[in-house]
């Protein structure tokens, strides 16, 4: 495993750049690091892979700060009311994330633009930069190394993005738990990390995407920020929320096997068992700070969204959302939803099949562990 600064110095000379902003990220990516050599059993191509992520990663930074010195009025821009979708995975958010997002008056995070946010896009060009096209074969490489994926998180360039791969580049994010095997990483995550300088993060990002690519009313969603919801709050302190509900006994058994699917590529020795035990206790902390927030006065910025009614009748829940947002839900948006439908039906690439005993989960357990939650909101399970 290369050090930090062996990374640093391979990130400049690709790109002939030296400031990488703010330092905050480097407590970061020295834990990540080290939690990668002693913990993640990476193999060849799984060490290949994670070297490049990091050096992307850091190429990003670079290329993000040489904007802003070349075009200090990026950081002019406003990031108003956002609508971020948290809670938990693997409850529909995906599906609704890019229902919401076919709103042509709202911007969202886009596939292509996550990996490689620089050049900032143009607007009119979102459809036909280069990146969208190399976006497009690396997914076609990624689904025919792993067709499980597709089955489970079918998504094409332009479809919307969660945000965590953003704060990745400050080297604060769950995305790196759900791609290796890092426990000592992904405890500093949720006991220790100022997840504040990640999310400016983000912010700064976001101002460089809208620059020359509007609108500003960002429509935003990325699970795990139910766990760092303080810190996003700090930063955003104007969102408004959509959290998605589903019964747990089919929630986090479907985590645990997404998380699974993305790691095999990297390592060979993974304990299913592990990520079992690690998403029961990230997702129930993750609830219990998200209600403590919601309780402290803040209830009245959340709309709720449950999986069966997105999958049977998804449009009387975007009124309701709109409702709630006090916005116009047009017959453009709804035309729009209606094609995206049409086109991304559920079960396109096939149904994929996993067992909760594999990752040591019992369902009638875990549904007792999460009662707090599901009583909450009248779920099954609890």
């Known amino acids: 495993m290369a050090s930090m600064e062996d990374y640093l110095a391979r990130a400049s000379q690709r790109v002939g750049l030296g400031d990488f902003g703010d330092d905050a990220y480097q407590e970061g990516l020295q834990c990540l690091l080290a939690a990668a050599q002693s913990e993640a059993r990476l193999s060849a191509a799984g060490q290949a892979a994670f070297d490049e992520m990091i050096i992307r990663a850091l190429v990003n930074r670079l290329e993000l700060e040489d904007w802003y010195q070349r075009h200090p009025e990026i950081d002019e821009g406003e990031i108003r009311r956002p609508l971020i979708g948290l809670g938990l995975p693997r409850t529909g958010s995906t599906v609704f994330s890019n229902m919401v997002a076919m709103d042509p008056a709202v911007r969202f995070l886009r596939s292509w633009e996550g990996p490689k946010p620089c050049p900032p896009p143009v607007r009119g060009e979102e459809d036909s930069d280069s990146r969208v096209q190399e976006m497009a074969r690396n997914m076609e490489q990624s689904y025919r190394e792993n067709p499980n994926l597709q089955k489970m998180l079918p998504s094409s360039p332009t479809s919307a993005l969660e945000c965590g791969i953003i704060m990745g580049y400050d080297f604060k994010s769950n995305f790196y738990s759900a791609m290796f095997h890092v426990p000592s990483y992904s405890r500093w995550l949720v006991e220790e990390a100022d997840m504040v300088s990640a999310y400016r993060y983000l912010k700064r990002t976001l101002k460089l995407l809208q620059w020359r690519c509007p609108p ?13 919801i303080e810190a996003l709050d700090e930063v955003f302190p104007d969102a408004v929320f959509w959290m998605t509900h589903r019964d747990i006994r089919r929630v986090i058994p479907s985590v ?97 099949t996993y067992d909760a005993a594999d990752y040591g989960i019992e369902l009638g357990a875990l549904g007792e562990r999460f009662a707090f939650y599901s009583e909450r909101f009248g779920l099954g399970g609890g």
Do not use: C
């Open 216 to 228: 500003d009313r960002w429509r935003l969603k990325s699970p795990p920020h139910s766990m760092f």
């Open 256 to 352: 645990a096997d997404l998380y699974y699917e993305h790691a095999r590529r990297f390592s060979d020795h993974l304990d299913k068992h592990y990520l079992g035990r690690f998403n029961t206790e990230f997702w129930e902390q993750a609830l219990h700070r998200m209600l403590a927030f919601r309780e402290r006065g803040n209830d009245a910025r959340f709309f709720d969204a449950y999986f069966d009614d997105i999958q049977q009748d998804p449009f009387a829940t975007l009124e309701r959302l709109y409702a709630f947002l006090g916005e116009e839900f047009t017959a453009e948006t709804r035309d729009r939803i209606v094609q995206w439908r049409r086109e991304t039906p559920r079960g396109k690439h096939g149904e994929h």
